[in-house]
């Protein structure tokens, strides 16, 4: 069991400090804000990412971590 975001919760927070999508890779959305860029992997196909990859994203761009509704997934 993994703790989980909800991918809809990650993508509403980035939207919340200012960030757009800005474009995608094969594996990862780009988000832009004033210059500044964070790289979120994408979620898996039921929308959810492990906490920690979120954490992960936010954390390599400097940006504060939410309180996340965290839930137990596979």
């Known amino acids: 069991m993994i703790a989980c975001v909800a991918f809809v919760d990650v993508e509403a927070e980035l939207h919340r ?3 757009r999508r800005w474009g995608q890779t ?3 959305y780009a988000y832009r804000s ?3 860029f964070v790289f979120v992997k994408m979620p898996n196909v039921h929308g959810y990412l492990p906490e ?3 954490n ?3 954390n390599a761009a400097e940006l504060p971590l939410p309180d996340w509704n965290v839930f ?3």
């Open 17 to 19: 400090l200012g960030f």
């Open 72 to 74: 137990w997934g596979d």
């Open 52 to 54: 920690s990859v979120v």
């Open 26 to 28: 094969q594996t990862h």
């Open 34 to 36: 004033n210059g500044e």
């Open 56 to 58: 992960e994203a936010f």
